[in-house]
Nanobody
């Protein structure tokens, strides 16, 4: 089993940058891919970005492409979501997740961390 604990959210102003983290523990050798999702107020959860566990093959939603970046530290198995030029519409609870098969669902999730962007 894999456990994820996210952190690093907060209140920022539009145009600021923020990094959220996700500490991953347990059977990390079984992980195939990682992803970040978010759920804004009154909205459904949406995909933000994802990559192979190696960090390669990253892809992003159109709404965050060129502003957000995913990475993983091999040293401590921590996932990162680097967010730049934050916009009001980026306000959401951000969730990290991992999957163990190429075509399967994301099966392990972090508890979520709140990011609020103010004007």
């Amino acid at each position: 089993q894999v456990q994820l604990v996210s952190s690093g959210g907060g209140l920022v102003q539009a145009g600021d940058s923020l990094t959220v983290s996700c500490s991953v523990s347990g059977s990390t050798s079984s992980i195939y891919g990682m992803g970040w999702f978010r759920q804004g107020p009154g909205k459904e959860r949406e995909f933000v970005g994802g990559a192979l566990w190696s960090g390669h093959g990253a892809r992003y939603s159109d709404s965050v492409k060129d502003r957000f970046r995913i990475s993983r530290s091999r040293t401590n198995n921590t996932m990162y979501l680097y967010m730049n030029n934050l916009k009001l519409e980026d306000t959401a609870v951000y969730y990290c997740a991992v999957k163990v098969t190429p075509r399967g669902d994301f099966t392990s999730w972090g508890q979520g961390t709140q990011v609020t962007v103010s004007s």
